[in-house]
């Protein structure tokens, strides 16, 4: 008996055209995941480093004015973009008498919640990729499997021969595209609920300095 070729190459080359394009789907799914998976790595790195330093900073002592002017009104970082927020509307609320213009309070808090709700924006960016991926690469994959499987069983019926040689490789061609689009699900999932997760932790650590923020400029509106 002829020895069948079962390498994946060939198994995608014999596949049928639908089969084929369901597994150039899937494999293009998986390397759009991963580009986001490893972009969204990166920029949690180093959203977390640079809150560290600017919290540092930011307890270190150093009047919060001339912070401020160290950092500027447009500055890069997320953490620092929120103390912007937050110390140009406090600006904005003094009249030029000095005194302040009533409703500071309420106006600093909604520029740093608008501030937060950007970054949390940014930081969320991708993420629906990943749930899309992980939730219908699996059925991408069974339908290609599903289709596969049935021209297998058309061509079986043609040749009218049930041998073993003939069904398997019809049938394995058909499972490598389940097996794509769980390739494509698995990692999907599993970093779409990490990344999650630390989104929230890190959006969680600016609305934590928001409200420290705001604690620190009521006592001075109070006095």
Known sequence: MEAVDFSMWALFARAT????LVMIMLIIASVWCWGVIVDKLIQYRNARKEAGIFDRAFWSGEPLDGLF??????????????????????RRSHRQDGGL???????????????IARESEKLQKGLPVLATVGSTAPFVGLFGTVWGIMNAFIEIAEQHNTNLAVVAPGIAEALLATGL?????????????KLSADSDRIVGGYEAFADEFATILSRQLDS
């Open 17 to 20: 055209i639908t089969v084929k």
């Open 69 to 90: 002017e160290k950092i500027g009104a447009e500055p890069d970082g997320p953490s620092e973009k929120i103390f912007a927020a937050g110390m140009m509307e406090w």
């Open 181 to 193: 689009g769980l390739l494509a699900a698995i990692p999907a999932v599993i970093y779409y609920n």
């Open 101 to 115: 213009i009533a409703g500071a309070q309420a106006r600093i808090d909604r520029a740093m919640d608008v501030a």
